[in-house]
């Protein structure tokens, strides 16, 4: 199933998906092969959403990490 993130470090990221519910861990892209391979989860939603060129809507992913807390916050 085509799906696309929302939110978070892989917002409009276009993936494919094989489950209907619950969370995944999605590969955040990195910007050179030296990074580190890093995830962030996702949760699947019943959202579809349309994109161009594409007769099928895709499946909303919305971001379900949160970003972590500023030091400077506290």
Known sequence: ???ICLGGPC???LT???QE???LAVVVP???PSEPVIR???RITKE???YVGQAEPYIALHWADTPPACA???
């Open 72 to 74: 400077c916050d506290r």
């Open 21 to 23: 519910v619950g969370t």
């Open 16 to 18: 494919q998906i094989d």
């Open 48 to 50: 579809r959403v349309r």
């Open 40 to 42: 962030a989860r996702y």
């Open 30 to 32: 990195r910007r050179s």
């Open 11 to 13: 917002h409009g990221l």
């Open 1 to 3: 199933m085509n799906a």
